[in-house]
Structures are given as C-alpha cells and as structure tokens.
C-alpha cells in the first residue's frame, strides 16, 4: 500500500429526491480502486422513497467502508446538508458528490494521488471533466457519435472569479473546507462557485486533470448553461443519447425505486 493509499477519503452525497439516481452514485463510489474510504449520505427532507432506499444500499455496501453514516434532516438546502454531513467528515481529503453523478472506478485514486503529493505547493484541490448523461443514464454522443464531454480548464485563479469552470465534487483537502465552514446556507445557486472562490481566498490553488472522470447527468432538475445547450441539441436532434449506457443498471432487483 501507497503512501497515499494510506489516506482516508470521506465522500459526502446529498440527496434530495432523487431516488432514481442515487443507487448508482453510491454503487460507483463503492466500487472505486481506492481505499480507504468512508462515505456520508445526507437525506435533505426527500419527500419520496429515498431514505428506504439508502437505508438498503447502507446494509449492501457498509462493508466497503471504514465509516458508513447515513443522516435525515429536514429540508434546508444544498449548503445545509454539506454542513451537516460535513461535521462527520475524518478524512484528510474530502469529496462532495452529487446523487445523480456516477464516478468512474479510478476517480479517487486519480485525484487523491495527486492531491496528496502536490499539497505542499498549496494544491487544495484537483479537479477533472466529465462525460454527459441522459436522465435515464445513457451516454449523450455528438453528431460524431463520440462521447460528449464535460471539459474544464487549466486552474486560473483569475478566471475563477467570473467563471464557474470547476465541478463541485473536486477531492479537496479537508483542512481547506475547515477554513471556510460552516457554508452560506443563504447561498441557494451557485454553492459550487462560491466554495471554490473561498477556498481560494485562503491560498490553496487547484490542479486540472484534463481527462473524464466521472459521469455528469443531465435532467430537467439540474440544468447548467452546459445543461441547457446540450438538451437543445438533442431536441434539434444534433445530438443522439441512446446509443451507449453507462456501465451500470438504472436498478438492482430488490431496490424500490419510487
């Protein structure tokens, strides 16, 4: 084992309603190369079967883990459940992923690796792009029937400050989101930006590994400018995004879905 597989990573999901998708973030983050891990669900006051459904997942997958904590709270907010989840956290680095997202298996190891060994030049964060999905979990192609990507760009602090280029669920070290917490719960758009400008404000930099790490999902309820075009396109039909599925099943039998 690696120096840096020696050290803790906490992912922290938050769910809100969204008892379609979360089965196959939890399965992907389980099913990563890297250990140790713990993982942290938050439950933001869904109102459909979500808690039932994690409450399953935890008794199939709390062996993969270190720590398995699951949390129900009343509905606050995207920045309200990262504060609660985020008092659990133990790990040296943290990673908040979304429910509806899907990791590729070497998404920790990849940026913990490099997060660990670059910490010291005041790397706080590394950060990958992505490739887009359908609300039903299929693979979105271009008119090349090639994969569309999610790309970011090269860290520039400048940039950050009018441009949200940096998905939200970069591995960040745990003592650079300790400087900035608790998060602004009043800040109900644009979390992942602001996170990323005060992580900033207190020295760290972040690294850019330019390659698709995780699947991004596109739907109704979380469409970004990104979101927003590709949507058109399919409608347009310049676009496709039924021709390739993502590695794992929409379900596993035995799992309500709602």
Known sequence: MTAQEEVLVSILVTNFNYVRYIEQAVRSVAEQTYSPLELIIVDDGSKDNSMEVINILESQHSGRFRNFVVLSKT????????????????????????????????????????????????????????????????????????PIERPSTNFDAELLKTFSYIPGCGATLTEALQKIFPFDEGIQSGEKHARWQAIVSKGYIGLYIPEPLFYYRQHSNNLSGVGVRTQSQIASGGITNHL?????????????QG
């Open 75 to 146: 509905n606050g907010g995207f920045p309200s459940a990262l504060n609660a989840g985020f008092r659990h956290v133990k790990g040296e680095v943290t990673i908040f992923f979304d429910a509806d997202d899907i990791m590729f298996p070497t998404y920790v190891q990849r940026t913990t690796e490099l997060l660990i060994a670059r910490k010291g030049e005041r790397v706080g964060f590394v950060y990958t792009h992505s490739i887009l999905i359908d609300e039903q979990g299929y693979i979105i192609l271009g008119s090349d029937d090639q």
């Open 244 to 256: 390739l599925e993502v590695p794992w099943p929409t379900h596993k039998p035995g799992i309500p």
